[in-house]
């Protein structure tokens, strides 16, 4: 059955976006791999504390760029941009997520794995894929659920 509702009064609520912006992470215009700079950035994620961790393409890297710092602190990869095949290395990570442990997780497209990087250390393991370029589809996102499954979306 269907009822009818009369409407006496409407209220518009109209939003609007903050005209201003600030760059919060690299250097406008000036692409490049210091530490302040990046290069064809792609995902990011902030974590509880407000940092914020940004998946560097290009360069083959992590950076992690904490609330008003002036330039960033690289987490995964290397930190001249240099790709190699290994566990210390990523080639074009496109997407990555932080745990509330500080357990980084990476989509390395180029080497079509997910990388996951414990607080603090140097290297990688390989928790998805074959690491092999004719392993898994293109890895676009990763995604971490509480039980401790991987989704992996194209």
């Given at each position: 059955?269907?009822?009818?509702i009369?409407?006496?009064?409407t209220?518009?609520?109209?939003?609007?976006?903050?005209?201003?912006?600030k760059?919060?992470?690299?250097?406008?215009?000036?692409?490049?791999n210091?530490?302040?700079?990046l290069?064809?950035?792609?995902?990011?994620?902030?974590?509880?504390?407000?940092?914020?961790?940004v998946?560097?393409?290009?360069?083959?890297?992590?950076?992690?760029?904490?609330?008003?710092?002036?330039?960033?602190?690289?987490?995964?990869?290397?930190?001249?941009?240099?790709y190699?095949?290994g566990?210390?290395?990523?080639?074009?990570?496109t997407?990555?997520?932080?745990?509330?442990?500080?357990?980084?997780?990476?989509s390395?497209?180029?080497?079509?794995?997910?990388?996951?990087?414990?607080?603090?250390s140097?290297?990688?393991?390989?928790?998805?894929?074959?690491?092999?370029?004719?392993?898994?589809?293109?890895?676009?996102?990763?995604?971490?659920?509480?039980?401790?499954?991987?989704?992996?979306?194209?």
């Amino acid at each position: 059955m269907i009822q009818s509702i009369q409407v006496t009064s409407t209220t518009a609520i109209s939003y609007r976006w903050n005209a201003t912006a600030k760059t919060i992470a690299g250097i406008v215009g000036s692409s490049g791999n210091g530490s302040s700079q990046l290069d064809s950035p792609y995902g990011l994620v902030v974590d509880s504390s407000g940092a914020i961790y940004v998946a560097d393409a290009a360069n083959n890297r992590v950076q992690k760029w904490i609330i008003g710092a002036s330039s960033g602190t690289t987490v995964t990869g290397q930190a001249d941009g240099t790709y190699s095949f290994g566990p210390s290395y990523l080639f074009n990570p496109t997407d990555v997520l932080v745990d509330s442990n500080g357990t980084v997780y990476v989509s390395d497209t180029g080497y079509q794995r997910i990388q996951r990087w414990t607080d603090g250390s140097s290297s990688g393991t390989t928790v998805a894929g074959t690491g092999r370029r004719n392993g898994i589809v293109l890895v676009l996102t990763v995604i971490l659920m509480l039980s401790n499954e991987y989704v992996i979306e194209e």
